[in-house]
């Protein structure tokens, strides 16, 4: 899968979780700028977002990610 088509696929799962419009998600974009993001949904974000690219992140991982870019490109170099 390409950076384009992970990217397009996270924004509609962002989208399904959040309700962001197009202009508010981008590889910058963090959980302190989108409302709702809390650590529940951080876990469901992470489940639905595993489930949708069939790939597995480690609690490691998913600690370390301080944006959407780094996580677009975790799922690039799992896919």
Do not use: C
Request: charged letters at 25%; glycine letters at 6%.
């Amino acid at each position: 899968m390409d950076d384009t088509q992970v990217s397009e696929t996270l924004y509609e799962i962002f989208n399904d979780f959040f309700e962001l419009d197009r202009s508010e998600f981008g590889p910058d974009l963090t959980a302190d700028q989108v409302d709702g993001w809390d650590s529940l949904n951080h876990i469901r974000l992470m489940l639905n977002i595993q489930q949708n690219f069939g790939v597995k992140f480690s609690s490691g991982e998913i600690s370390d990610l301080k944006n959407v870019g780094q996580l677009a490109s975790l799922i690039a170099a799992k896919t």
